[in-house]
């Protein structure tokens, strides 16, 4: 049997802007309000269902990525002044890791979910 991850919900103060945010950083479509979730789907089978919530605990969401994906979504926490690090408890480091003969990096969202991209 084959397991595949369909949805995850990610909560959020403001789901709308929560989700537009992250389509933006990474570069992907806002693919629009399904109440109660603000949807952004991330390839053809995952979609990450923003929601609003009140008090939630943050959350870690990490993205394996090519090469020049990592460029542009890198490009794109840089351009917008995000604080972003080599790892999980250094998140503010501006620097970036090489693990595994890779980069790798990480940043926080609006709403204190650490997002991590790597491309090993």
């Known amino acids: 049997m084959t397991i595949e991850l369909d949805h995850t919900i990610v909560p959020a103060r403001d789901k709308e802007e929560s989700a537009r945010f992250f389509a933006r950083i990474f570069g ?18 995952l979609t990450l269902d923003f ?23 890198f490009g794109r926490v840089k351009a917008e002044s995000i604080s972003y690090g080599s790892g999980p408890y250094r998140h503010e480091d501006m620097q970036i890791n090489h693990r595994n003969g890779g980069r790798g990096v990480y940043f926080l969202d609006r709403d204190g979910h650490m997002l991590e991209i790597l491309t090993r």
Request: hydrophobic share 40%; no cysteine.
């Open 51 to 73: 929601m609003n919530a009140v008090d939630f605990d943050s959350h870690h969401y990490a993205f394996k990525v090519n090469d020049d994906e990592f460029d542009a979504i």
């Open 28 to 45: 992907l479509p806002f693919g629009g309000d399904l109440p109660p979730f603000s949807v952004v789907p991330v390839n053809d089978r």
